[in-house]
């Protein structure tokens, strides 16, 4: 079984540029939660959604939005690219959105902005 | 909010046990979770605990004490393998949309 899938894989963009980064989920799994990893630290916490809506969001500015799709995928935008916006982005699917659910994380992105 | 204290770095030798502390303050709780982390490459879950005590899976033991605020994984027999990041981390409650907070991570080096 396919775990969970992102694209691109890396991706390099100027400041003030905009980015959509791309989530599959495993299949069967309906909660995706994006996260932001800067080189030493843990994952930040960005957006969880669940069938469809917005259940949770970090503290991040409005430059970062994103969306889930009928068939559970789901899409991060970022708009006005600042340097500090250069991390790895990683997607993670569960099953549902109970607390007890692991989350199941993909490669993630590694986002390089110049 | 979330405030989740691991240390930065363990040096191990292979074939003894290393055990990683993590320490968190939370203002509701959920569980907490363990995730392993190679360099380059995605986290990997490990363990949940959510009521006091030890769970075993393995060579990889979880421990929790939500009174003290307090967790540790027991790493066994370690193997060159093990060499990764590890990661703590804590459901919120409600008030944080069950929020999963992470630590800082514990680099583990595994020596022959």
């Known amino acids: 079984d396919a775990g969970v899938t992102q694209s691109p894989t890396h991706l390099i963009k100027t400041r003030g540029q905009q980015v959509t980064l791309r989530c599959s989920p495993i299949?069967?799994?309906?909660?995706v939660s994006w996260y932001q990893q800067v080189l030493g630290q843990g994952p930040q916490f960005i957006f969880q959604?669940?069938?469809?809506?917005?259940?949770g969001r970090g503290n991040f500015p409005d430059r970062f939005s994103a969306r889930q799709f009928p068939n559970y995928s789901s899409e991060l935008n970022v708009n006005a690219l600042l340097l500090g916006d250069s991390a790895l982005y990683l997607c993670?699917?569960?099953?549902?959105?109970?607390?007890?659910?692991?989350?199941?994380f993909g490669d993630g992105t590694r986002l390089s902005i110049l | 909010g979330q405030n989740i204290d691991q240390p930065t770095e363990m040096t191990a030798t292979e074939g003894a046990i290393v055990q990683i502390n993590c320490t968190y303050q939370?203002?509701?709780?959920?569980?907490l979770f363990w995730y392993q982390q190679h360099a380059g490459e995605a986290p990997t879950f490990l363990s949940y605990?959510?009521?006091?005590g030890l769970e075993e899976k393995g060579r990889f033991s979880s421990f929790l004490s939500r009174s003290k605020g307090y967790s540790y994984l027991l790493l066994k027999e370690l193997q060159m393998k093990d060499s990764a990041s590890y990661l703590c981390?804590?459901?919120?409650?409600?008030?944080?949309?069950?929020?999963?907070?992470f630590g800082a991570g514990t680099t583990v080096t595994v020596r022959a």
């Open positions: 959604y669940y069938e469809k809506e917005e259940r």
């Open positions: 981390a804590v459901r919120g409650g409600i008030l944080d949309d069950y929020k999963l907070s």
């Open positions: 605990n959510v009521l006091d």
């Open positions: 299949s069967g799994h309906k909660s």
């Open positions: 939370t203002s509701g709780f959920n569980g």
């Open positions: 993670a699917s569960s099953a549902t959105a109970q607390p007890n659910q692991p989350q199941h």
